[in-house]
């Protein structure tokens, strides 16, 4: 048999080998029905994305009402933040988150994380050089020596009035807030969705984007 195969002329033999290659091409294809049903079980089992930085309207409301709320709101203070960064004085909002993880920090690693806040926030020509009067500064400087979790409270105290009669005024009138703001709904500035009587803004698609 084998010699009877020889004999046969090259062209009929490579036009058996090229029909046995398009036969195992086609046995291995996978059956077009099937390929398409598990595309759509995969998509079916990819988790769907959850937008979490949802805002109550009641919620934007209270922080009109006092800076107090804004800031105490973690979303409002990451509204705030965002206002901050575009004046550039975010070291106002930094110090002020600073101290109060000190005040959670256990008192055996308190001396080293307040030399930290001192020198980033007090120190002159820091980079993130808070806006304190002398007389606060030096009694900061002589907290250390006591270092407690009252360390720092006089001079939180100097910048939360700070922003309070400053940047929260601006931040009210500021475009990033009012386009938070009820007035302005029917321009749909942010992604809005209605949960029964509730509703929710994304302000994740309001924040400008930082790196």
Known sequence: MCKGLAALP?????????????????????????????????????PKVTVVNRVPLAEIEKWKTSF????????????????????YSQENIEFW???????????D?????AKKIFERYFEADSPSEVNLD?????????????CDASCFEEAQS?????MEKD???????SKLFLELSPPLLDNKPCSL???????????????????
Do not use: W
């Not at 107090?68 to 709101?73: A, Q, V």
């Not at 007389?135 to 907290?143: D, F, P, Q, S």
């Not at 940047?167 to 009138?173: A, V």
């Open 10 to 46: 090259a062209t009929c033999l490579k036009s058996a080998k090229d029909i046995k290659h398009k036969l195992g091409f086609l046995l291995q294809k996978p059956d077009p029905p099937q390929e398409q049903k598990t595309l759509e079980d995969k998509e079916k089992e990819k």
């Open 68 to 87: 107090n709320n804004l800031i105490k709101n973690e979303d409002g203070r990451k509204a705030f933040t965002s206002f901050l960064q575009s004046e």
């Open 97 to 107: 988150e600073a101290c109060e993880d000190f005040k959670q920090t256990s008192v």
């Open 109 to 113: 690693k308190m001396n080293v994380k």
């Open 134 to 146: 002398s007389a606060t500064r030096e009694l900061t400087r002589k907290n250390l020596e006591r």
């Open 158 to 162: 100097k910048i939360f009035t700070l």
């Open 167 to 173: 940047s929260y005024r601006r931040f009210l009138k």
């Open 193 to 211: 969705e209605k949960k029964g009587k509730r509703h929710v803004f994304d302000l994740s698609q309001c924040l400008p984007s930082y790196a």
